[in-house]
T-cell receptor, first 115, second 111 residues
Framework: NAGVTQTPKFRVLKTGQSMTLLCAQD?????MYWYRQDPGMGLRLIHY???????AKGEVPDGYNVSRLKKQNFLLGLESAAPSQTSVYFC??????????????FGPGTRLTVL | RKEVEQDPGPFNVPEGATVAFNCTYS??????FFWYRQDCRKEPKLLMS???SGNEDGRFTAQLNRASQYISLLIRDSKLSDSATYLC????????????FGTGTRLQVFP
């Protein structure tokens, strides 16, 4: 049982390049999330999904796209990377409890630098 | 104003000390509350959920005050291994599908 995994762990991009971050979970969770974490800003929600085939915008969605074609996978795409997207990206998953979202399980993170 | 606010610290305490962290949340509709722990360059992990009646897990005690919209975490008998950043977390509203994370409070326990 691997939990939540993220690929890649590190990446350096040049401005304007594109890339896709992959998140996979083996806990059969319904909900999946993409966050970015920057110093002094805390975790900010980029996009999320409450089920296969569904996605929704979070707090900071601009410059990113997502897809949830399979329940276990959630992809985050950067179409044209900018230096402002330099950050640590975390994926998380959960299944809702009695008050909605419950404990979120996080992947190990992807450290992205855009030059 | 941030939806979840915490003192960023750092709190520097000796081993064996008792330390308390506080957090306030702005959305009175929030129903679920948590404390997460994040080690340096690692992912956040759930430390404990916070219940209305207060709850304890070993050396850790969490309290919720809905009237003041205030959450606390008390750590007794601090260990070196408690050094980490502690994130206060609130569900955005009743039956929400999103959590709001505070920016974290850093704790450093020294020998």
């Amino acid at each position: 049982n691997a939990g939540v995994t993220q690929t890649p762990k590190f990446r350096v991009l040049k401005t304007g390049q594109s890339m896709t971050l992959l998140c996979a979970q083996d806990m059969n969770h319904e909900y999946m999330y993409w966050y970015r974490q920057d110093p002094g800003m805390g975790l900010r929600l980029i996009h999320y999904s409450v089920g296969e085939g569904t996605t929704a915008k979070g707090e900071v969605p601009d410059g990113y796209n997502v897809s949830r074609l399979k329940k276990q996978n959630f992809l985050l795409g950067l179409e044209s990377a900018a230096p402002s997207q330099t950050s640590v990206y975390f994926c998380a998953s959960t299944t809702p409890g009695p008050f909605g979202t419950d404990t979120q399980y996080f992947g190990p993170g992807t450290r992205l630098t855009v030059l | 104003r941030k939806e979840v606010e915490q003192d960023p610290g750092p709190f520097n305490v000796p081993e064996g000390a008792t330390v308390a962290f506080n957090c306030t949340y702005s959305n009175s509709a929030s129903q679920s509350f948590f404390w997460y722990r994040q080690d340096c360059r690692k992912e956040p992990k759930l430390l404990m959920s916070v219940y209305s009646s207060g709850n304890e897990d070993g050396r850790f005690t969490a309290q919720l005050n809905r009237a003041s919209q205030y959450i606390s975490l008390l750590i007794r008998d601090s260990k070196l291994s408690d050094s980490a950043t502690y994130l206060c977390v609130a569900g955005r509203s009743y039956n929400t599908d999103k959590l709001i994370f505070g920016t974290g409070t850093r704790l450093q326990v020294f020998p």
